[in-house]
Protein backbone atom coordinates (compact mmCIF):
# COMPACT_ATOMS: atom_id res chain seq x y z
CA UNK A 1 0.00 0.00 0.00
CA UNK A 2 1.29 3.20 -1.23
CA UNK A 3 2.29 5.62 1.77
CA UNK A 4 3.44 9.31 1.97
CA UNK A 5 5.18 11.11 4.77
CA UNK A 6 4.77 14.41 6.17
CA UNK A 7 8.08 14.89 7.96
CA UNK A 8 9.87 16.42 4.93
CA UNK A 9 9.81 20.31 5.97
CA UNK A 10 8.38 19.52 9.27
CA UNK A 11 9.38 22.28 11.38
CA UNK A 12 12.37 20.86 14.01
CA UNK A 13 10.55 19.84 17.05
CA UNK A 14 7.48 19.28 15.80
CA UNK A 15 6.20 15.43 15.83
CA UNK A 16 6.51 13.64 12.95
CA UNK A 17 2.94 13.23 11.31
CA UNK A 18 2.38 9.67 10.85
CA UNK A 19 2.38 7.92 7.45
CA UNK A 20 -0.50 8.88 5.03
CA UNK A 21 -2.63 5.40 4.57
CA UNK A 22 -4.93 5.32 1.61
CA UNK A 23 -8.12 4.28 3.06
CA UNK A 24 -7.16 4.30 6.45
CA UNK A 25 -6.20 1.00 5.79
CA UNK A 26 -4.93 -0.26 9.46
CA UNK A 27 -5.47 3.33 11.11
CA UNK A 28 -6.96 2.68 14.72
CA UNK A 29 -10.26 5.78 14.26
CA UNK A 30 -11.59 5.14 17.72
CA UNK A 31 -11.98 2.99 20.92
CA UNK A 32 -15.11 0.43 20.72
CA UNK A 33 -16.01 -2.50 23.05
CA UNK A 34 -18.94 -3.28 20.29
CA UNK A 35 -17.54 -5.59 17.69
CA UNK A 36 -14.48 -8.16 17.47
CA UNK A 37 -13.17 -9.39 14.10
CA UNK A 38 -10.17 -11.76 13.78
CA UNK A 39 -9.63 -11.65 9.73
CA UNK A 40 -7.30 -14.53 9.80
CA UNK A 41 -9.06 -16.75 11.85
CA UNK A 42 -12.35 -15.70 10.37
CA UNK A 43 -14.17 -15.03 13.58
CA UNK A 44 -16.83 -12.31 14.18
CA UNK A 45 -18.26 -11.41 17.62
CA UNK A 46 -20.58 -9.18 19.05
CA UNK A 47 -19.71 -7.98 22.74
CA UNK A 48 -17.98 -11.14 23.34
CA UNK A 49 -20.55 -13.35 21.78
CA UNK A 50 -19.66 -15.43 18.60
CA UNK A 51 -21.70 -14.44 15.96
CA UNK A 52 -22.46 -18.18 15.09
CA UNK A 53 -24.33 -18.54 18.49
CA UNK A 54 -26.20 -15.32 18.09
CA UNK A 55 -27.34 -16.31 14.72
CA UNK A 56 -28.64 -20.02 15.69
CA UNK A 57 -29.76 -19.16 19.55
CA UNK A 58 -30.75 -14.90 19.44
CA UNK A 59 -32.86 -13.22 18.28
CA UNK A 60 -32.67 -9.73 16.20
CA UNK A 61 -34.00 -7.33 18.37
CA UNK A 62 -32.55 -9.44 21.30
CA UNK A 63 -28.99 -8.84 19.65
CA UNK A 64 -29.63 -5.38 18.91
CA UNK A 65 -30.15 -4.81 22.62
CA UNK A 66 -27.10 -6.57 23.16
CA UNK A 67 -25.23 -4.51 20.66
CA UNK A 68 -26.57 -1.47 21.88
CA UNK A 69 -26.78 -1.98 25.83
CA UNK A 70 -23.86 -3.90 26.00
CA UNK A 71 -25.27 -7.17 27.61
CA UNK A 72 -27.93 -9.75 26.59
CA UNK A 73 -31.00 -8.23 28.45
CA UNK A 74 -33.10 -9.73 30.92
CA UNK A 75 -36.47 -11.88 30.09
CA UNK A 76 -38.27 -8.64 31.21
CA UNK A 77 -35.90 -6.03 29.41
CA UNK A 78 -36.50 -7.60 26.13
CA UNK A 79 -40.30 -7.75 26.44
CA UNK A 80 -40.15 -4.16 27.33
CA UNK A 81 -37.90 -3.92 24.26
CA UNK A 82 -39.64 -5.71 22.02
CA UNK A 83 -43.17 -4.18 22.62
CA UNK A 84 -41.78 -0.69 22.66
CA UNK A 85 -40.44 -1.20 18.90
CA UNK A 86 -43.50 -2.80 18.28
CA UNK A 87 -45.41 0.14 19.53
CA UNK A 88 -43.50 2.39 17.01
CA UNK A 89 -43.52 0.49 14.13
CA UNK A 90 -46.05 2.91 12.21
CA UNK A 91 -44.96 5.75 10.79
CA UNK A 92 -46.92 9.00 10.18
CA UNK A 93 -49.28 9.64 7.42
CA UNK A 94 -47.34 12.45 6.33
CA UNK A 95 -44.06 10.41 5.84
CA UNK A 96 -45.70 7.99 3.73
CA UNK A 97 -47.29 10.98 1.60
CA UNK A 98 -43.90 12.11 1.34
CA UNK A 99 -42.98 8.98 -0.25
CA UNK A 100 -45.34 8.54 -2.52
CA UNK A 101 -44.20 11.96 -4.10
CA UNK A 102 -40.93 9.97 -4.81
CA UNK A 103 -39.98 8.56 -8.29
CA UNK A 104 -41.12 5.24 -8.55
CA UNK A 105 -38.01 4.28 -10.23
CA UNK A 106 -35.70 5.61 -7.66
CA UNK A 107 -33.50 3.21 -5.78
CA UNK A 108 -34.98 2.02 -2.42
CA UNK A 109 -31.92 3.41 -0.62
CA UNK A 110 -32.77 6.93 -1.81
CA UNK A 111 -36.06 6.50 -0.77
CA UNK A 112 -34.79 5.23 2.97
CA UNK A 113 -31.73 8.00 3.53
CA UNK A 114 -34.63 10.84 2.84
CA UNK A 115 -37.29 9.26 4.80
CA UNK A 116 -34.62 8.12 7.51
CA UNK A 117 -33.38 11.98 7.39
CA UNK A 118 -37.44 13.20 7.53
CA UNK A 119 -37.75 11.97 11.32
CA UNK A 120 -35.26 14.32 12.23
CA UNK A 121 -38.41 16.75 11.50
CA UNK A 122 -40.90 15.30 13.49
CA UNK A 123 -38.50 14.10 16.47
CA UNK A 124 -36.91 17.17 16.44
CA UNK A 125 -36.17 17.64 20.21
CA UNK A 126 -32.27 16.28 20.91
CA UNK A 127 -30.99 15.65 24.62
CA UNK A 128 -27.86 13.34 24.33
CA UNK A 129 -27.43 13.59 27.44
CA UNK A 130 -30.77 11.97 28.47
CA UNK A 131 -30.91 7.87 28.43
CA UNK A 132 -34.50 8.18 27.69
CA UNK A 133 -34.17 9.97 24.64
CA UNK A 134 -31.16 7.62 23.90
CA UNK A 135 -34.07 5.02 24.36
CA UNK A 136 -36.62 6.72 22.27
CA UNK A 137 -34.56 7.25 19.19
CA UNK A 138 -33.07 3.53 19.02
CA UNK A 139 -36.91 1.97 19.55
CA UNK A 140 -37.81 4.38 16.75
CA UNK A 141 -35.54 3.91 14.24
CA UNK A 142 -35.36 0.39 14.71
CA UNK A 143 -38.99 -0.01 14.87
CA UNK A 144 -39.53 2.70 11.72
CA UNK A 145 -36.82 1.84 9.54
CA UNK A 146 -38.12 -1.28 8.21
CA UNK A 147 -42.09 0.10 7.83
CA UNK A 148 -40.33 2.60 5.33
CA UNK A 149 -38.39 0.18 3.41
CA UNK A 150 -41.74 -2.05 3.12
CA UNK A 151 -43.61 1.19 2.35
CA UNK A 152 -41.71 2.46 -0.85
CA UNK A 153 -41.90 -1.08 -1.96
CA UNK A 154 -45.88 -0.76 -2.10
CA UNK A 155 -45.64 3.27 -3.48
CA UNK A 156 -43.51 2.49 -5.91
CA UNK A 157 -45.71 -0.56 -7.45
CA UNK A 158 -49.18 2.10 -7.27
CA UNK A 159 -50.05 0.74 -4.04
CA UNK A 160 -50.93 1.95 -0.58
CA UNK A 161 -48.59 0.60 1.91
CA UNK A 162 -49.78 -2.04 4.42
CA UNK A 163 -49.66 -1.15 8.29
CA UNK A 164 -47.70 -3.41 10.49
CA UNK A 165 -49.45 -6.13 11.82
CA UNK A 166 -48.84 -6.99 16.45
CA UNK A 167 -49.26 -10.25 16.31
CA UNK A 168 -46.41 -10.92 14.51
CA UNK A 169 -42.49 -10.95 15.46
CA UNK A 170 -40.15 -8.12 13.53
CA UNK A 171 -38.90 -9.84 10.94
CA UNK A 172 -41.92 -11.94 9.92
CA UNK A 173 -44.04 -8.42 10.40
CA UNK A 174 -41.40 -7.12 7.72
CA UNK A 175 -41.77 -9.80 5.64
CA UNK A 176 -45.60 -9.27 5.48
CA UNK A 177 -45.39 -5.48 5.15
CA UNK A 178 -43.41 -6.48 2.20
CA UNK A 179 -45.26 -9.14 0.42
CA UNK A 180 -48.76 -8.59 2.09
CA UNK A 181 -48.37 -12.63 3.06
CA UNK A 182 -47.74 -14.02 6.35
CA UNK A 183 -44.74 -15.55 5.66
CA UNK A 184 -44.18 -19.30 6.38
CA UNK A 185 -41.96 -19.96 10.52
CA UNK A 186 -38.53 -21.07 8.68
CA UNK A 187 -38.41 -17.99 6.10
CA UNK A 188 -39.18 -15.58 8.79
CA UNK A 189 -36.61 -17.48 11.23
CA UNK A 190 -33.91 -17.40 8.51
CA UNK A 191 -34.88 -14.17 7.37
CA UNK A 192 -34.85 -13.21 11.37
CA UNK A 193 -31.01 -14.85 11.17
CA UNK A 194 -29.79 -12.72 8.23
CA UNK A 195 -31.00 -9.66 10.24
CA UNK A 196 -28.50 -10.82 13.09
CA UNK A 197 -25.63 -11.63 10.89
CA UNK A 198 -25.74 -8.19 9.21
CA UNK A 199 -26.58 -6.05 12.26
CA UNK A 200 -22.37 -5.16 13.40
CA UNK A 201 -19.40 -5.29 11.78
CA UNK A 202 -17.01 -2.71 13.50
CA UNK A 203 -15.89 0.51 11.69
CA UNK A 204 -16.90 -0.74 8.00
CA UNK A 205 -18.04 2.48 6.02
CA UNK A 206 -21.06 3.16 7.23
CA UNK A 207 -20.50 3.09 10.55
CA UNK A 208 -17.23 5.33 9.87
CA UNK A 209 -19.71 8.15 8.60
CA UNK A 210 -22.32 6.80 11.39
CA UNK A 211 -19.65 7.91 14.09
CA UNK A 212 -18.13 10.99 12.13
CA UNK A 213 -21.85 12.52 11.90
CA UNK A 214 -22.20 11.32 15.50
CA UNK A 215 -19.16 13.47 16.56
CA UNK A 216 -20.58 16.70 16.00
CA UNK A 217 -23.22 15.71 18.04
CA UNK A 218 -26.23 15.96 15.79
CA UNK A 219 -29.50 13.70 15.58
CA UNK A 220 -29.48 10.27 15.53
CA UNK A 221 -31.83 10.37 12.42
CA UNK A 222 -28.88 12.49 10.67
CA UNK A 223 -26.68 10.04 11.88
CA UNK A 224 -28.45 7.09 11.00
CA UNK A 225 -29.62 9.04 7.54
CA UNK A 226 -25.67 9.59 6.50
CA UNK A 227 -24.73 5.97 7.31
CA UNK A 228 -27.40 4.47 5.01
CA UNK A 229 -26.13 6.40 2.22
CA UNK A 230 -22.45 5.12 2.48
CA UNK A 231 -23.67 1.79 2.92
CA UNK A 232 -25.73 2.31 -0.60
CA UNK A 233 -22.09 2.05 -2.72
CA UNK A 234 -21.16 -1.31 -4.88
CA UNK A 235 -17.86 -1.61 -3.00
CA UNK A 236 -20.07 -1.46 0.53
CA UNK A 237 -23.68 -3.40 1.20
CA UNK A 238 -24.57 -2.09 -2.71
CA UNK A 239 -22.15 -5.11 -3.33
CA UNK A 240 -25.22 -7.53 -2.26
CA UNK A 241 -27.13 -6.67 -5.29
CA UNK A 242 -24.64 -6.81 -8.13
CA UNK A 243 -23.61 -10.47 -6.98
CA UNK A 244 -26.91 -11.63 -8.44
CA UNK A 245 -26.36 -9.69 -11.53
CA UNK A 246 -23.12 -11.05 -12.16
CA UNK A 247 -24.15 -14.60 -11.67
CA UNK A 248 -26.94 -13.94 -14.46
CA UNK A 249 -24.34 -12.67 -16.40
CA UNK A 250 -22.24 -15.72 -16.12
CA UNK A 251 -25.52 -17.77 -16.97
CA UNK A 252 -24.20 -21.47 -17.17
CA UNK A 253 -21.36 -23.36 -15.15
CA UNK A 254 -19.35 -24.13 -17.66
CA UNK A 255 -18.93 -20.42 -18.37
CA UNK A 256 -17.24 -19.63 -15.21
CA UNK A 257 -13.83 -20.58 -15.46
CA UNK A 258 -13.62 -18.37 -18.89
CA UNK A 259 -15.62 -15.84 -17.25
CA UNK A 260 -13.84 -14.80 -14.04
CA UNK A 261 -10.12 -15.63 -15.91
CA UNK A 262 -11.41 -12.69 -18.28
CA UNK A 263 -12.60 -10.74 -15.38
CA UNK A 264 -9.24 -11.04 -13.39
CA UNK A 265 -7.13 -10.27 -16.42
CA UNK A 266 -9.51 -6.95 -17.26
CA UNK A 267 -8.39 -6.38 -13.44
CA UNK A 268 -12.51 -6.02 -12.39
CA UNK A 269 -13.77 -6.48 -8.82
CA UNK A 270 -15.26 -9.81 -8.76
CA UNK A 271 -18.77 -9.11 -6.65
CA UNK A 272 -19.36 -10.49 -3.22
CA UNK A 273 -15.29 -10.79 -2.79
CA UNK A 274 -12.52 -9.76 -0.84
CA UNK A 275 -12.56 -7.91 2.54
CA UNK A 276 -10.24 -5.01 4.18
CA UNK A 277 -10.43 -7.29 7.45
CA UNK A 278 -10.73 -11.13 6.15
CA UNK A 279 -7.97 -12.77 4.47
CA UNK A 280 -9.99 -16.15 4.84
CA UNK A 281 -13.78 -17.07 3.70
CA UNK A 282 -15.92 -14.28 5.48
CA UNK A 283 -17.80 -16.19 8.96
CA UNK A 284 -21.00 -14.72 7.91
CA UNK A 285 -20.74 -16.24 4.67
CA UNK A 286 -20.77 -19.42 5.57
CA UNK A 287 -23.72 -19.14 7.99
CA UNK A 288 -25.65 -17.53 5.33
CA UNK A 289 -24.37 -20.48 2.50
CA UNK A 290 -26.20 -23.13 5.23
CA UNK A 291 -29.59 -20.48 5.36
CA UNK A 292 -30.00 -20.58 2.16
CA UNK A 293 -29.25 -24.62 1.71
CA UNK A 294 -31.85 -25.22 4.62
CA UNK A 295 -34.39 -22.36 2.75
CA UNK A 296 -33.25 -24.69 -1.15
CA UNK A 297 -34.37 -28.06 1.17
CA UNK A 298 -37.73 -27.25 2.35
CA UNK A 299 -38.50 -24.83 -0.84
CA UNK A 300 -36.68 -26.23 -3.85
CA UNK A 301 -33.46 -25.55 -5.07
CA UNK A 302 -32.08 -23.04 -7.15
CA UNK A 303 -29.90 -23.80 -9.83
CA UNK A 304 -28.20 -20.15 -8.96
CA UNK A 305 -26.61 -21.73 -5.99
CA UNK A 306 -24.66 -24.26 -7.88
CA UNK A 307 -23.18 -21.30 -10.61
CA UNK A 308 -22.36 -19.60 -7.02
CA UNK A 309 -20.49 -22.59 -5.80
CA UNK A 310 -18.58 -23.36 -8.72
CA UNK A 311 -17.33 -19.75 -9.01
CA UNK A 312 -16.38 -20.33 -5.20
CA UNK A 313 -14.57 -23.04 -6.07
CA UNK A 314 -13.19 -21.35 -8.90
CA UNK A 315 -12.16 -18.20 -7.27
CA UNK A 316 -10.31 -20.08 -4.63
CA UNK A 317 -7.56 -20.90 -7.02
CA UNK A 318 -7.19 -17.95 -8.89
CA UNK A 319 -8.29 -15.52 -5.72
CA UNK A 320 -7.50 -17.34 -2.63
CA UNK A 321 -3.25 -17.03 -2.69
CA UNK A 322 -4.18 -13.43 -2.21
CA UNK A 323 -6.45 -13.79 0.87
CA UNK A 324 -9.91 -13.05 -1.57
CA UNK A 325 -12.68 -15.22 -0.24
CA UNK A 326 -16.52 -14.68 -0.40
CA UNK A 327 -17.67 -12.36 1.89
CA UNK A 328 -20.85 -11.19 3.46
CA UNK A 329 -22.61 -10.51 0.63
CA UNK A 330 -22.04 -13.16 -1.92
CA UNK A 331 -24.44 -15.91 -0.64
CA UNK A 332 -27.28 -13.29 1.02
CA UNK A 333 -28.61 -12.42 -2.21
CA UNK A 334 -29.29 -15.99 -2.79
CA UNK A 335 -30.99 -16.45 0.35
CA UNK A 336 -33.04 -13.28 -0.32
CA UNK A 337 -34.11 -13.80 -3.54
CA UNK A 338 -35.33 -17.27 -2.25
CA UNK A 339 -37.80 -15.35 0.26
CA UNK A 340 -39.08 -13.38 -2.98
CA UNK A 341 -37.21 -9.92 -2.39
CA UNK A 342 -36.25 -8.17 -5.10
CA UNK A 343 -33.08 -7.53 -6.32
CA UNK A 344 -32.71 -3.86 -5.26
CA UNK A 345 -33.87 -4.28 -1.28
CA UNK A 346 -30.85 -6.11 -0.91
CA UNK A 347 -29.11 -3.31 0.26
CA UNK A 348 -32.47 -1.92 2.43
CA UNK A 349 -32.21 -5.08 3.95
CA UNK A 350 -29.05 -4.23 5.28
CA UNK A 351 -29.82 -1.16 6.29
CA UNK A 352 -32.74 -2.39 8.32
CA UNK A 353 -30.08 -4.68 10.01
CA UNK A 354 -27.14 -2.34 10.26
CA UNK A 355 -29.14 0.00 12.25
CA UNK A 356 -28.04 -2.06 15.17
CA UNK A 357 -24.68 -1.40 14.80
CA UNK A 358 -24.75 2.35 14.05
CA UNK A 359 -27.06 3.00 17.03
CA UNK A 360 -24.21 1.27 19.08
CA UNK A 361 -21.84 3.11 17.55
CA UNK A 362 -24.01 6.48 17.68
CA UNK A 363 -24.33 5.92 21.68
CA UNK A 364 -20.79 4.58 22.36
CA UNK A 365 -19.28 7.70 20.45
CA UNK A 366 -21.46 10.01 22.71
CA UNK A 367 -20.29 8.53 25.83
CA UNK A 368 -16.58 9.75 24.91
CA UNK A 369 -17.58 12.07 22.14
CA UNK A 370 -14.40 13.85 20.29
CA UNK A 371 -15.30 15.56 17.03
CA UNK A 372 -13.67 13.86 14.25
CA UNK A 373 -11.26 16.27 12.49
CA UNK A 374 -8.74 14.25 10.62
CA UNK A 375 -5.66 16.29 8.66
CA UNK A 376 -4.70 16.18 4.81
CA UNK A 377 -1.44 16.42 2.99
CA UNK A 378 -2.22 19.03 0.36
CA UNK A 379 -0.85 18.71 -2.91
CA UNK A 380 -2.47 21.43 -4.93
CA UNK A 381 -0.37 24.49 -5.64
CA UNK A 382 0.04 27.14 -3.78
CA UNK A 383 1.29 30.69 -4.19
CA UNK A 384 -0.70 31.90 -7.71
CA UNK A 385 -0.98 35.00 -8.91
CA UNK A 386 -4.63 36.41 -9.03
CA UNK A 387 -5.94 36.70 -12.92
CA UNK A 388 -8.60 38.95 -13.87
CA UNK A 389 -11.29 37.23 -15.11
CA UNK A 390 -10.97 39.21 -19.00
CA UNK A 391 -7.49 37.84 -19.15
CA UNK A 392 -8.00 34.29 -18.53
N1 LIG B 1 -12.00 -9.26 -6.95
C1 LIG B 1 -10.76 -9.27 -7.50
N2 LIG B 1 -9.69 -8.73 -6.90
C2 LIG B 1 -9.87 -8.16 -5.71
C3 LIG B 1 -11.12 -8.14 -5.07
C4 LIG B 1 -12.21 -8.72 -5.75
N3 LIG B 1 -13.43 -8.71 -5.22
N4 LIG B 1 -11.01 -7.51 -3.89
C5 LIG B 1 -9.72 -7.16 -3.78
N5 LIG B 1 -9.04 -7.55 -4.89
C6 LIG B 1 -7.60 -7.36 -5.14
C7 LIG B 1 -7.38 -5.95 -5.71
O1 LIG B 1 -7.48 -5.93 -7.11
C8 LIG B 1 -5.99 -5.68 -5.20
O2 LIG B 1 -5.08 -6.39 -6.01
P1 LIG B 1 -3.62 -5.76 -6.36
O3 LIG B 1 -2.93 -5.64 -5.03
O4 LIG B 1 -3.02 -6.78 -7.26
O5 LIG B 1 -3.89 -4.44 -7.02
C9 LIG B 1 -5.96 -6.32 -3.83
O6 LIG B 1 -6.91 -7.38 -3.91
C10 LIG B 1 -6.36 -5.39 -2.71
O7 LIG B 1 -7.61 -4.81 -3.07
P2 LIG B 1 -8.16 -3.46 -2.48
O8 LIG B 1 -9.28 -2.96 -3.34
O9 LIG B 1 -7.04 -2.53 -2.19
O10 LIG B 1 -8.74 -3.99 -1.09
P3 LIG B 1 -9.61 -3.14 -0.12
O11 LIG B 1 -9.35 -3.67 1.23
O12 LIG B 1 -9.43 -1.67 -0.34
O13 LIG B 1 -11.10 -3.46 -0.59
C11 LIG B 1 -13.22 -4.41 -0.86
C12 LIG B 1 -11.99 -4.29 0.05
C13 LIG B 1 -14.34 -5.13 -0.13
C14 LIG B 1 -13.74 -3.00 -1.19
C15 LIG B 1 -12.83 -5.15 -2.13
O14 LIG B 1 -12.43 -6.47 -1.81
C16 LIG B 1 -13.94 -5.16 -3.17
O15 LIG B 1 -14.09 -4.20 -3.92
N6 LIG B 1 -14.74 -6.27 -3.24
C17 LIG B 1 -15.84 -6.35 -4.17
C18 LIG B 1 -17.04 -5.57 -3.65
C19 LIG B 1 -17.68 -6.29 -2.49
O16 LIG B 1 -17.95 -7.48 -2.52
N7 LIG B 1 -18.00 -5.51 -1.44
C20 LIG B 1 -18.65 -6.02 -0.24
C21 LIG B 1 -17.71 -5.98 0.92
S1 LIG B 1 -18.30 -6.89 2.35
C22 LIG B 1 -19.73 -6.11 2.85
C23 LIG B 1 -19.60 -4.66 3.13
O17 LIG B 1 -18.59 -4.15 3.57
O18 LIG B 1 -20.62 -4.01 2.95
Request: glycine residues 8%; contains cysteine; hydrophobic residues 40%.
Amino acid sequence: MAEASLDAGTPAGTPAAPPFRPGLEGVPATQSAICDIDGRKGILSYRGYAVDDLASQSSFLETAYLLVWGTLPTASQLEEFQQEVQMHRRVSFRIRDMMKSFPSAGHPMDALQSSAASLGLFYSRRALDNPEYIYGAVVRLIAKIPTMVAAFQLIRKGQDPIQPRDDLPYAANFLYMLTEREPDPLAARIFDACLILHAEHSLNASTFSARVTASTLTDPYAVVASAVGTLAGPLHGGANEDVLEMLELIGTEDRVEAWLDQAIAEKQKIMGFGHREYKVKDPRAVILQQLAEQLFDQFGHDPMYDLARKLEAVAADRLGPKGIYPNVDFYSGLVYRKLGIPEDLFTPIFAIARVAGWLAHWKEQLGANRIYRPSQIYTGPSGLTWQPLSER
